[in-house]
C-alpha cells in the first residue's frame, strides 16, 4: 500500500478548492488559558479506568465515556481485580438542567484513597463487561488482545479521540463512528481501525451501545491516524486529524494530517479527501506521514487533546497536551477560522498537576450550561497506592482570556 501511495503522490492528483465558509466569524487573537479549577472526580467506583475520552454530542442527554485499560474492581477494592486489564470499555454519565450531575461522594464508597481529595464526583455507570467493546479481529488474538508464543505481542484498539455522532433517529437511535489506532507492540506506523457505534433506547438505563468493525486497517500502515486525533463537523464534512504515532513523543518529531470526508459516505473510503496545506487543496490522493507537503501545523501541540468551535472567540480550538515537566502536565490552545486553519500561534502554557498526568480531553457536550470562554476537561492522573498504580480522572473546569 505505502507503494501505491508514493506512486499516486508522484503523479497527478484530483485537488479540490477547500470550502467556502458562510457563516463570517470573527478573526481572534491568540487564545489564552486563564485559569483551570478542578470540580470533582469522575469516576465508576467499581472500576479502574485509564484514559477516558466522551462522545461529541449527548445522547438522550446523557454522555457517553469511553475508556482505554479497565480493571474490574471486587466490591469497589482498590488492588483487588477480577481478572486482566479489558482494552476499551464505554459507561454512561448523567445531567441535570443542562450541566454533569455532580454528588458528594458516597461515605460508604470503597475507593476513600483515590477520592479523599475531591468533594463531589461525576458518577459514570453501565453494564461491567468483561470483553473490549472495541472488539478484536481474528488476526489480534482476541479476546485480550495479548498473543501468545515466541516474539508474541500485545494488540490494542484504544479509544484516544472522541465518538463522532452522525445522526439519531426517529425512534432515538443514534449512529456514531471511531477511529482507533491499531495499536501493535513495537509498531511505530501502525494502521487505523474504523468502528460504528449503535446505540436504541430502551427500558434499562445501564445497556450500553454495541460497536461494529467496518475495517481493521481504514487507513493502512504508514498513513496518518486520521480521526485518532480528533475530528469535528463542518458543513455536512467530518474533519478528522491523525497525529503521527511514536516519532518521538513531545519531542517535536511529530507531524499532523487532515482529511475529511461527507458525513453521509464515512465508510466508503473512495469518497475521502486529504489536505495539502502546501498548496491549500483537497486532493483525493492519500498522503504517507512522511509527506512534508501534508503536515497541517497546530503549532507545534502534537498531544492528546480536542477540536471544537467555540463561540467565545466565534473560532475552532484545538486544546492539547505538550507534554510534562517533572510529571506536571503542559496544555495549550490554538484557534483557526476553518479546520483547514491556518492555525494561530498556541496559548500561554498552562501546567496542571502535581502528579504523573496525560490524555487531555475536553468535553463540549456537556459545557452548554458554562459561560461562552469555558469549557469542562478531563485528564489521567496516575498515583501510587499501596505500591500500585490508580487512575484518577479529574473533572475541571478551564476558562479562556
Not at 71 to 78: C, K, P, Q, S
Not at 83 to 101: A, K
Not at 276 to 281: E, H, I, V
Not at 324 to 339: C, F, K, R, Y
Request: proline share 7%.
Amino acid at each position: 500500500m505505502l507503494a501505491q501511495v508514493l506512486v499516486a503522490l508522484a503523479t497527478s492528483a484530483l485537488t479540490l478548492a477547500a470550502p467556502t465558509k458562510t457563516e463570517n466569524r470573527r478573526s481572534a487573537a491568540s487564545p489564552s488559558i486563564a485559569s483551570v479549577e478542578t470540580v470533582a472526580i469522575t469516576l465508576n467506583p467499581h472500576l479502574q479506568r485509564d484514559s477516558c475520552i466522551s462522545a461529541s454530542e449527548l445522547i438522550n442527554d446523557r454522555v457517553l465515556w469511553l475508556c482505554r485499560d479497565t480493571l474490574i474492581l471486587e466490591d469497589e477494592t482498590l488492588n483487588d481485580y477480577q481478572d486482566l486489564p479489558v482494552s476499551s470499555t464505554v459507561g454512561w454519565s448523567d445531567m441535570s438542567n443542562g450541566s454533569p450531575l455532580l454528588v458528594p461522594i458516597p461515605a460508604d464508597q470503597g475507593d476513600k484513597p483515590i477520592t479523599q481529595p475531591f468533594s463531589k464526583q461525576l458518577t459514570l455507570y453501565g453494564q461491567n463487561e468483561s470483553s473490549p467493546f472495541l472488539y478484536y479481529a481474528a488476526d489480534q488474538c482476541p479476546s485480550s488482545g495479548q498473543c501468545d508464543g515466541p516474539g508474541a505481542v500485545r494488540n490494542v484498539e484504544w479509544p484516544d479521540a472522541p465518538l463522532y455522532i452522525t445522526n439519531t433517529a426517529s425512534d432515538g437511535t443514534v449512529t456514531g463512528y471511531m477511529y482507533s489506532t491499531r495499536g501493535v507492540t513495537g509498531d511505530n506506523q501502525p494502521a487505523t481501525t474504523l468502528y460504528e457505534v449503535t446505540y436504541t433506547p430502551g427500558d434499562d438505563p445501564l445497556a450500553l451501545p454495541t460497536a461494529t468493525m467496518i475495517a481493521e486497517e481504514f487507513f493502512p500502515r504508514f498513513a496518518w491516524n486520521y480521526g485518532a486525533m480528533g475530528g469535528i463537523i463542518d458543513d455536512g464534512y467530518l474533519y478528522l486529524w491523525g497525529v503521527t504515532y511514536d516519532f518521538g513523543v513531545f519531542n517535536n518529531n511529530q507531524t499532523v494530517g487532515l482529511a475529511r470526508v461527507p458525513v453521509g459516505s464515512i465508510t466508503n473510503i473512495n469518497d475521502y479527501q486529504y489536505y495539502y496545506p502546501s498548496t491549500s487543496t483537497w486532493s483525493s490522493v492519500q498522503p504517507n506521514i512522511y509527506d512534508a507537503s501534508a503536515n497541517v501545523n497546530i503549532d507545534g501541540i502534537f498531544g492528546q487533546g480536542t477540536f471544537f468551535y467555540s463561540s467565545y472567540y466565534g473560532r475552532y480550538v484545538y486544546v492539547g497536551q505538550l507534554g510534562t515537566i517533572d510529571g506536571e502536565m503542559l496544555i495549550a490552545a490554538a484557534t483557526a477560522s476553518s479546520p483547514e486553519g491556518p492555525w494561530s500561534a498556541q496559548s500561554n502554557q498552562y501546567q496542571i498537576d502535581p502528579d504523573y498526568s496525560y490524555s487531555l480531553a475536553a468535553h463540549p457536550e456537556m459545557s452548554g450550561n458554562l459561560p461562552s470562554n469555558q469549557i469542562y476537561l478531563t485528564y489521567t492522573q496516575n498515583v501510587k497506592y499501596d505500591n500500585d498504580n490508580q487512575y484518577v480522572t479529574p473533572l475541571l473546569i478551564m476558562t479562556l482570556a
